[in-house]
């Protein structure tokens, strides 16, 4: 599986947006990125996907760089329900990965009031 | 809909017991997989069923194993317990193979004295 790289922590404070960084510099052609998070006490929980295109949804946007081997997870506002770790990680669609995901140690993300 | 449900949520055992967990996917759901989350290994993949076939396997002993019913119901089961065996194990499912939104239940504490 290729390696994802990404900071042990980060703050914020409310309301504020927040850029949560990762690095995939051998990300192969046909690795979807996928960005979990896991708050305090509970199971993880998917977060947004992308291949190539910048997306968005409800809960954050997902900018990925024109070569891929970067990408950064927005949340707009942040509030002190996303403090979680937050997690980005490779999966190789094209393989036989089916329902396989490899966690890195991802991203502790503190939201101050 | 109601979310991923695992039994039982917490669970004490005795070194070389065996212990079966069960997971019960959301309706519809016929992907399930399985994680141990520890402290100094993170989240770690188990297995993944679908439609009653495992079809991928993570690097752990042959003492642990799981299965899926017709109803995509899973249990997974670890013989044999060691004391490094005490950890967080989650299950996940998702609509289809290769899903990209894997959906996790809240995990069993697993306690091995």
């Known amino acids: 599986d290729a390696k994802t790289t990404q900071p042990n922590s980060m703050e914020s404070n409310e309301e504020e947006p927040v850029h949560l960084p990762c690095n995939h510099s051998?990300?192969?052609?046909?690795?979807?990125i996928h960005w979990y998070r896991q708050l305090p006490s509970q199971g993880p929980e998917y977060v947004i996907h992308?291949?190539?295109s910048n997306v968005n949804n409800r809960m954050a946007s997902l900018a990925i760089a024109e070569d891929r081997k970067s990408s950064t997870l927005i949340l707009h506002r942040a509030t002190l329900r996303d403090a979680a770790v937050y997690y980005c990680?490779?999966?190789?669609?094209?393989?036989?990965?089916?329902?396989?995901?490899?966690f890195g140690q991802g991203t502790i993300l503190t939201v101050h009031p | 809909k109601a979310g991923v449900t695992q039994t039982p949520r917490y669970l004490i055992k005795t070194r070389g017991q065996q212990v079966t967990l069960s997971c019960s996917p959301i309706?519809?759901?016929?992907?399930v997989s399985w994680y141990q989350q520890t402290p100094g290994q993170g989240l770690q993949f188990l297995f993944e069923?679908?439609?009653?076939?495992?079809?991928n396997k993570g690097n752990f002993p042959g003492r642990f194993s799981g299965r899926q019913f017709s109803n995509s119901r899973s249990e997974m089961n670890v013989s044999t317990l060691e004391l490094g065996d005490s950890a967080l194990y989650l299950c996940?499912?998702?609509?289809?193979?290769?899903?990209?939104?894997?959906?996790f239940g809240p995990g069993t504490r697993l306690t091995v004295t």
């Open positions: 996940a499912s998702s609509l289809v193979n290769q899903a990209h939104e894997q959906y």
């Open positions: 051998t990300i192969s052609g046909t690795d979807y």
């Open positions: 992308g291949l190539t």
């Open positions: 990680i490779l999966r190789d669609s094209g393989g036989t990965s089916y329902g396989k995901l490899t």
């Open positions: 309706s519809g759901h016929r992907s």
């Open positions: 069923y679908f439609s009653e076939t495992q079809r």
